[in-house]
């Protein structure tokens, strides 16, 4: 199944379909697999954004129209064609980068708030090919900032695709941020909302916010695409391992369905219970889809007594898991399984969700902290 931007196979069907109806022209007019090539170039340029004017378009056309006839599966046009894309985007990137083996990342993302990882590396849905198969998929609500998980300079933007409410019918471009390392690799931020506030040339310190979370060029829901990549040759990349630096739980590498984040530590205990149900760490509590629920978060002193901070106003709530569950300052908590979107696949199970609860002091400095993992159910 086609998930991340780098997957061309829509394009391959289209084209077999054109092709399925391959006859002689006359010598003026385009062949339809000259037609063919043409789209994916155009589908090629639109998606990844490319710069046209720096193209030399007669010669992507009539190579491609070569490969395509010499091999109808169209499987040669399509890669020469993509490696050519890659060879464009990343030209300012070295050949033959030395990933920096004690390279670590921080997280992507604010970690107060922990989030899913929603697809590890090596993950079945599309993280199997070479430019995709270190690439970590971050479930993270629209809007979550973006942060630089190492410093570097900006080497390409992708910007100006509208959010979507729904998943399209055809893929559209995603957003993104590409930063250059002092190793020559370079990360992708992929499927941000609109509204990039950096540019390409910029310096980005690690933690510098890149953007937002989007779900832009994503047929799966909202989240972050993040991989590091280096190119290979001159028309080839590859991706990198990553591990990440996460304060509290030491050097990381991310597993699918693991909670990735650094909450504060917690110098109170919260009571928490769903519908009168205790809550308890790290068990899954049952909740019904569609059928909204009620958290009872209490406060435990020292001394053992408590007090009910539900509605306090130092008491935030944060959903971990925005598609498929939503939670609102009162602790009100609704659970679809999939609304509009499916993130994840096999990797992730649609009918979990997550709820992080922060009491804060007057000073607003979090002293407290819980976590409500939950299963919905039918
Ligand atoms: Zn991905």
Not at 146 to 175: I, K, M, S, W, Y
Not at 306 to 327: G, N, P
């Amino acid at each position: 199944m086609a998930y991340c931007p780098q997957s061309l196979r829509p394009f391959s069907l289209l084209l077999l379909l054109a092709l399925s109806t391959l006859t002689p022209a006359p010598a003026e007019a385009a062949s339809p697999a000259e037609n063919a090539v043409s789209k994916m170039l155009d589908d090629l340029i639109r998606i990844r954004r490319i710069d046209a004017s720096q193209l030399d378009r007669p010669h992507l056309v009539a190579e491609g129209t070569r490969l395509a006839l010499m091999d109808p599966t169209l499987a040669a046009a399509t890669r020469w064609l993509t490696s050519e894309m890659w060879r464009l985007q990343y030209a300012k990137a070295p050949i033959s980068a030395r990933p920096d083996p004690n390279a670590t990342y921080r997280l992507p993302y604010a970690a107060k708030i922990p989030r899913i990882v929603a697809q590890a590396a090596g993950g079945p849905m599309s993280h199997q090919d070479a430019e995709n198969h270190e690439a970590i998929d971050f479930a993270m609500p629209i809007g979550a900032p973006v942060l630089a998980a190492r410093r570097g300079r900006v080497l390409q933007v992708g910007d100006g695709t509208p959010l979507r409410e729904r998943p399209p019918v055809q893929q559209d471009a995603p957003n993104f941020v590409s930063v250059l390392h002092d190793d020559g690799t370079f990360a992708l931020y992929l499927h941000l909302a609109p509204g990039i506030p950096v540019k390409p040339g910029d310096d980005v310190e690690i933690g510098a916010k890149l953007g937002e979370a989007g779900n832009t060029g994503s047929p799966s829901g909202p989240h972050l695409h993040f991989v590091v990549l280096r190119r290979l040759g001159a028309s080839q990349v590859g991706s990198v391992p990553v591990r990440f630096v996460v304060p509290g739980a030491g050097i990381v590498t991310p597993r699918a369905r693991a909670y990735l984040g650094s909450p504060p530590t917690p110098t109170m205990k919260l009571r928490i219970s769903l519908d009168g149900r205790p809550v308890e760490e790290g068990k899954l509590t049952q909740i019904r889809a569609g059928k909204p629920g009620q958290l009872r978060v209490e406060a435990v002193a020292t001394d053992g007594t408590s007090r009910d901070v539900t509605t306090d106003a130092h008491t935030e709530y944060a959903s971990m898991t925005l598609w498929s569950v939503d939670v609102d300052g009162k602790g009100r908590i609704s659970a679809q399984p999939a609304r509009g979107f499916a993130v994840g696949g096999p990797d992730v199970d649609r009918s979990l969700g997550g709820v992080a609860i922060f009491y804060g002091d007057s000073g607003d400095r979090d002293v407290g902290l819980g976590k409500v993992e939950l299963q919905l159910t039918p």
